[in-house]
């Protein structure tokens, strides 16, 4: 195997080595379930399980688990202003995910652990903590010995001193160390709580996800991703947990996606512009926004707008059609292939094996799509064509889509005489100064692949 991906731990491209031979232990931090998903959640539940799935192509058995936080501050606000409580509340945003998500083409994770059903293995790890000098009890709450673990900051490449001066901390005199977490809350009124040997409450939520990674993957596992925005403190107080728990590594790998803004500015409650995945749903195809948020290299920001949504749309269009053409024509072929054909299908395989060896390069893969879509319609314009070889190119299509979790939809392509009546329309609509009807036929021909030129002698057309 030949996949290097770039490591958060070690800042650099590292050649991927499983613990397991042909088995890969993968954890993803999933959301916090008190709202529906927004289009920054929807990014690493894309990204990763793209991951998932090109290691599933290169044979490996992933074993993949995503966490939902189901008891935390938020929820419990967000309960009391619902007038429910808190598990009636997380399960319906945890469905409201999955079924999200799956519009996505996201698969089903091969586990969803809950912090409501994991609280033995929570406590037990907090006792352990504890026991071992790593963790303090104070009025009931629990906190980390963060100066205890001599390797803190190594995720995010600060010292404990830097992180002292420059972090917002908060005040709390009954911490023996500002920069110490807690691992758990001391229950408070009329709050969801469980008994453990220090007292009723709650666990803080770096110690979910270093409890749940280990009762479903074992002590050390191979991948740990998230958003980037979850590097700092969150993965770093898990590395810390979960080493000075275990007494060795915790994930050899570190995983990060990076932001989404929203048209040029950074998502944000506080500026009003959370667009929500579900609403998105609504106005387009999950397929085409998944397609979207792989035009770009996972770790690289995405800006997001609805224009450039639409402008995806018009690329994503362009590969259905060359896929769809070439599966019409192949039933009026005879059998037969060539040489050439197998040849370009063995390097365009090969040159999207390289894109996606290359830290998942989900951007340089879907050129290798257009590339193909490319070679399809040269393929077409040919006067001697076999259904051997558009069979070859249409296999190599699906192989790929399916590595991205990409699909299309099973509608028809446009033929040449409906093309010539748009065209036709379009052009009786100018004439009656109707432009507005005759850009909107221009951009249903743009989304079927057509391109126009308008010119002296008429309007002329070909397929993108």
Known sequence: MTIKLYNTLTRKKELFQSIEANKVKMYVCGPTVYNYIHIGNARPAVVFDTVRRYLEYRNYDVDYV??????????????KAANTDVLTLSDRYIEAYKADTASLGVKEATHYPRVTDTMPEIIAFIKAL??????????????????????????SHQSLDDLRSGARIDVDRR?????????????????????????????GWHIECSAMAKAHLGETIDIHAGGQDLAFPHHENEIAQSESCNGHTFANYWLHNGYI??????????IGNIVLTRELLEQFDGILIRYFILSVHYRSP?????????????????????????QEVTQDLELGETEVVKEKVIKLRRDFEDAMDDDFNTANALAVLFDLAKQINLYLQEETRFAGDLHAYIGLFDELLTVLGLTFEADQVLLDEAVERLIEERETARKNRDFKRADELRDQLVDQGILLEDTAGGTRWKRG
Do not use: C, H
Request: neutral net charge; proline residues 3%; glycine residues 6%.
């Open 66 to 79: 995503l966490n939902f936080t189901d008891v935390d501050d938020k929820l419990i606000k967000a309960a």
């Open 130 to 155: 504890i026991d071992k000098g790593f963790a303090y009890v104070v009025a009931g709450d629990v906190y980390f010995r963060v100066r205890k673990y001599e390797d803190y900051g190594k995720l």
């Open 175 to 203: 911490k023996e160390d500002p920069l110490d977490f807690a691992l758990w809350k001391d229950a408070k009124a009329d709050e969801l709580y469980w008994e453990a040997p220090w007292g009723k409450g709650r666990p």
């Open 261 to 270: 803004n929203i048209e040029d500015e950074k998502m944000s409650k506080s």
């Open 302 to 326: 995405i800006n997001f707008s609805m224009g450039l949504l639409e402008q995806a749309k018009a690329g994503f269009n362009r590969l259905k059609t060359a896929y769809q053409r070439a």
